[in-house]
């Protein structure tokens, strides 16, 4: 073998070598990108069953106002918070009497849930227990039957005291790198 055979050779290996690398780390990617997206699809899928289930439960009350407030909103209710923010009382199933909920978003990007049961009125006490995480957004708006508002009231005095939303419109985005948005809206049957 002379040294040019030899050269060719290493050549030819190097570049086989080189794409057979450059596939490996291409395939690699895409595995990732798509188990992330898979991941991504079913943390939105369930979130989105979690609020239709106790969003459609929701009651109208006095004591137990559907409260909603937008990230743009001076103080927040829950502490922590830095999007929008949902609290109401519903009939969930498999509960005894009312049960408050609430969800809202921290600045690390996870989705808290409040839960309080029996409901006492004040959505400062009860349990909270991370539902989600590598939430970037959580944007909400409520269909008052004419228009999308970007908050509700449903405290005495307010514009919609005593109310519910006829729909609430749910805009949820996963990821801080490459965020992706997942949208649905939520029917309140018993406003």
């Known amino acids: 073998m002379s040294l040019a055979e030899m050269l060719v050779a290493l050549t030819i290996l190097v570049i086989v070598t080189a794409s057979t690398v450059l596939m490996f780390r291409s395939i690699t990617r895409a595995w990732r990108t798509g188990e ?13 069953d979690l609020f239709e289930r106790e969003l459609t439960s929701a009651v109208a009350n006095a004591r137990y106002p559907f409260i909603a407030r937008d990230a743009a909103d001076v103080a927040p209710r829950q502490e922590g918070s830095t999007q929008d923010e949902l609290l109401f009382v519903g009939t969930l199933p498999g509960r005894a009497g009312l049960v408050e909920r609430a969800y809202w978003v921290v600045e690390d990007g996870t989705l808290y849930c409040h839960d309080d049961e029996p409901a006492d009125g004040d959505y400062a006490t009860g349990e909270r227990e991370a539902c989600g995480r590598d939430v970037a957004g959580l944007e909400l708006s409520f269909y008052d039957g004419t228009a999308w508002l970007p908050r509700w009231d449903g405290q005495a005095g307010a514009a919609q ?18 965020p992706e948005s997942f949208e649905t809206v939520v029917h309140v049957p018993t406003s």
């Open 36 to 48: 992330l997206r898979t991941e991504r699809y079913q943390q939105a899928r369930l979130l989105f």
């Open 161 to 178: 005291a005593g109310q519910l939303p006829n729909a609430v419109r749910i805009t949820l985005t996963l990821g801080r790198q490459r």
